[in-house]
């Protein structure tokens, strides 16, 4: 007679938590009529990766957090109705105080008309790019059997928790917003905008933003700057890595943070809090590890013969 091994007997588990939450997550949005194709994808491909083998099964396991804050963010729609007032003018002078741009506007105003073909570019270009830069610092971190891969994913999962968190209880208007409608009484039914970004989709010809924003359930979700967020993530985890690595990723989180008040999609404060709740979220996650006693990340390079410091 054989026993079962304990890792077995998890690895088990964790098969059939995915399946069922994958199918449960795919049959609840087809029977509300919100099924895309994506979800399909998604769902599909976790549990077809808990089924695969070891190795797909290892990726899964550590990339399952990415898997929840798609969860997580596409699902805002319920639970919308139970946040609190929405706050309109209040961030604006807030900025306007502590940050003045000239002629007495808050900076995304002033950006507004003072635009540049170039900043167009380069700020629409980092704004669609934040998203994969994660993404790809993922895949390398799996591919290199680096022990950060988790971390990242867990970090990431984190930080969009805490604004998601932060939405519901200080729902905030976007500068955007501010210059379209006033700062009255929110408009709930108001559509969402690509803003800024919809000078890059001129500038390329294309409609990336326009179908990007038109998919937003929560356009009252300024404060925190996901955006901010996502780059200072990417930026936390290659700190202790080589030099270019630490120069890219901060200059590349710098690019986004101030795309986002070029684009007018965000305050300076929302930047701030973004950032912070990156840090917050990163730091967290250190912890909970090293309380896990997870291995040490510092010393193992991302690039072979790369350098890391500790």
């Known amino acids: 007679m054989t026993s079962r091994s304990p890792n077995s007997d998890g690895a088990k588990a964790f098969q059939w938590l995915v399946t069922v939450m994958g199918a449960s997550h795919l049959a609840f949005v087809a029977a509300v009529g919100r099924l895309r194709p994506e979800h399909a994808v998604a769902d599909l491909l976790i549990v077809g990766l808990a089924w695969a083998g070891p190795a797909p099964r290892r990726f899964l396991r550590g990339a399952f957090p990415l898997w929840l804050t798609g969860l997580l963010l596409d699902t805002q729609w319920l639970w919308l109705g139970l946040r609190g007032p929405v706050h309109t003018g209040q961030l604006w ?42 993404f790809a610092l993922a895949l390398l971190f799996f591919f290199r059997k680096h022990p950060r891969f988790e971390r990242l994913c867990w970090a990431f999962f984190l930080v969009n928790a805490l604004g998601l968190v932060t939405y519901m209880l200080y729902p905030a208007a976007p500068p955007w917003y501010i210059m379209k409608y006033g700062p009255g009484p929110a408009d709930l039914t108001a559509p969402p905008s690509p803003a800024g970004t919809a000078r890059f989709d001129a500038l390329l010809g294309i409609h990336y933003f326009a179908k990007f924003y038109a998919r937003n359930p929560n356009i009252f979700g300024a404060m925190p700057s996901l955006h ?10 290659v700190r202790r890595h080589s030099r270019a690595w630490r120069v890219g990723t901060v200059a590349f989180a710098a690019l986004v943070a101030f795309s986002a008040i070029y684009l007018q999609h965000h305050y300076i404060l929302d930047v701030v809090a973004g950032v912070s709740a990156a840090l917050a979220a990163s730091l967290t996650v250190e912890y909970a590890f090293s309380r896990r006693g997870a291995p040490a990340a510092a010393s193992m390079p991302l690039m072979p013969g790369g350098d890391s410091r500790a």
């Open 228 to 237: 901010a967020s996502y780059p200072v993530l990417v930026a936390f985890q």
């Open 93 to 134: 002078e807030l900025e306007r105080a502590l940050f003045p741009a000239p002629g007495g506007l808050t900076w995304p105003a002033f950006f507004a008309s003072h635009t540049h073909a170039v900043l167009d570019f380069f700020c629409g270009f980092s704004y669609a790019a934040y998203l994969y830069e994660v």
